[in-house]
């Protein structure tokens, strides 16, 4: 399973937009980058999942250059209420018996 | 919507006890996982179960295990409780290949 690097952790002042880059060098070719965000004492939430190129759903953006050994996600005109932590994800999801495999994840705080 | 609701929400147990932490979701999913997440870290794979039967472990000892039952909901049972074991402890779910997992609010688990 192909490991992730994120920094440990962010700030940002609301209504700014917000990139997390991703590391993963060792991809592989069935492999999908998703990523996840986690308030305290919750499970943790899908945000987007994409496998090259750029995907944007209602809260986020995700992009993926060529190569696929990193990605970036960005948030726009974060809020409080988006402070959390996110981790990036890689695997074959096309597998349904592959599991996550968390890292430590982005602790992103956003002030006011 | 997809509801996983995990029960206890909070735990309180004694070294060398047992626990059984309880997982259920509104809708059939195929896939239940196991996660056990310590504070500041990410949620660690221990197991998952396809169709009743276990078809992935994390490097977890025996001494946890788990069931799934005809209706989809699962247990995780941990004996000869450890201090270590003190932790988040999270169940996702998943209907099939590429699709997001969906994770309970978690059962915090304290020994002392």
């Known amino acids: 399973l192909a490991k992730t690097t994120q920094p440990i952790s962010m700030d940002s002042y609301e209504g700014q937009e917000v990139n997390i880059t991703c590391s993963h060098n060792?991809?592989?070719?069935?492999?999908?980058i998703t990523w996840y965000q986690q308030f305290p004492s919750q499970g943790p939430r899908f945000i987007i999942q994409g496998y090259k190129t750029k995907v944007t759903n209602e809260v986020a953006s995700l992009f993926i250059p060529a190569d696929r050994k990193s990605s970036t996600l960005s948030l726009p005109r974060v809020s409080l209420s988006d402070t959390a932590v996110y981790y990036c994800?890689?695997?074959?999801?096309?597998?349904?018996?592959?599991?996550?495999?968390f890292g430590k994840g982005t602790r992103l705080s956003v002030i006011a | 919507e997809t509801g996983v609701t995990q029960s206890p929400t909070h735990l309180i147990k004694t070294r060398g006890q047992q626990v059984t932490l309880r997982c259920s979701s509104q809708s059939g999913h195929n896939t239940v996982s196991w996660y056990q997440q310590a504070l500041g870290q990410g949620p660690q794979f221990i197991f998952q179960?396809?169709?009743?039967?276990?078809?992935g472990r994390g490097n977890f000892p025996p001494r946890f295990s788990g069931l799934q039952f005809p209706n989809y909901s699962s247990e995780l049972n941990v004996n000869a409780l450890e201090l270590d074991d003190s932790a988040l402890y999270l169940c996702?779910?998943?209907?099939?290949?590429?699709?997001?997992?969906?994770f309970g609010q978690g059962t915090r688990l304290t020994v002392v």
């Open positions: 994800l890689v695997g074959d999801t096309n597998s349904g018996n592959t599991p996550l495999v």
């Open positions: 060792n991809i592989a070719t069935n492999d999908y």
């Open positions: 996702a779910i998943r209907g099939g290949p590429n699709t997001e997992a969906f």
């Open positions: 179960y396809y169709r009743e039967e276990e078809n």
